[in-house]
T-cell receptor, first 112, second 114 residues
């Protein structure tokens, strides 16, 4: 059974700093991995999706990497802004299956 | 347009009520999903519809009844719910394209069972 873990559960950093969020998964047979952000009481916003054959994806100030062999993905946020404050969730999809397994989330606070 | 809409935004219902949640997408996606999310927890998958047919039921109690009338619309019918069913209910959709399966989520319905 796939288990996805995100450490730390909460992170506070000053505005302007670069930061990395971590995601670990136990079953390396994933089809793809998706990063989301969620604002309090809101739905999930898709940030980046990495296919199993890719090593990284970039969108603006965000860069996500994937290392299947070590069971890890990271989300790098450059030049953080207060508007980046949210909970960040990673989710792994098993090959040929439509089910996403979500991580436990990292609650990020950017301090102005 | 990458929008998934959900109605209502908030719903308060008694344990004897019958209500329905509605989800709609116009992206041509052929897979649609219902998730339940409790506070400070990740979403938990409830149901998956693929080409309007139920493909995954994660052992959800029968008081939750999904329906997919067409490829754009997904309903969740609620009956005889319990207070512990209070949660944020999220709908999502995705292509059934082998190169993607990227899921797009709606804003959710905040359900309170009294």
């Amino acid at each position: 059974k796939q288990e996805v873990t995100q450490i730390p559960a909460a992170l506070s950093v000053p505005e302007g700093e670069n930061l990395v969020l971590n995601c670990s998964f136990t079953d390396s047979a994933i089809y793809n991995l998706q990063w989301f952000r969620q604002d309090p009481g809101k739905g999930l916003t898709s940030l980046l999706l990495i296919q199993s054959s890719q090593r990284e994806q970039t969108s603006g100030r965000l860069n996500a990497s994937l290392d299947k062999s070590s069971g890890r993905s990271t989300l790098y946020i450059a030049a953080s802004q207060p508007g980046d404050s949210a909970t960040y969730l990673c989710a792994a999809r098993r090959g040929g299956n439509e089910k996403l397994t979500f991580g436990t989330g990292t609650r990020l606070t950017i301090i102005p | 347009d990458t929008e998934v809409t959900q109605t209502p935004k908030h719903l308060v219902m008694g344990m004897t009520n019958k209500k329905s949640l509605k989800c709609e997408q116009h992206m041509g996606h052929r897979a649609m999903y219902w998730y339940k999310q409790k506070a400070k927890k990740p979403p938990e998958l409830m149901f998956v519809y693929s080409y309007e047919k139920l493909s995954i039921n994660e052992s959800v109690p029968s008081r939750f009844s999904p329906e997919c009338p067409n490829s754009s619309l997904l309903n969740l019918h609620l009956h005889a719910l319990q207070p512990e069913d209070s949660a944020l209910y999220l709908c999502a959709s995705s292509q059934r394209d082998l190169s993607s399966y990227e899921q797009y989520f709606g804003p959710g319905t905040r359900l309170t069972v009294t």
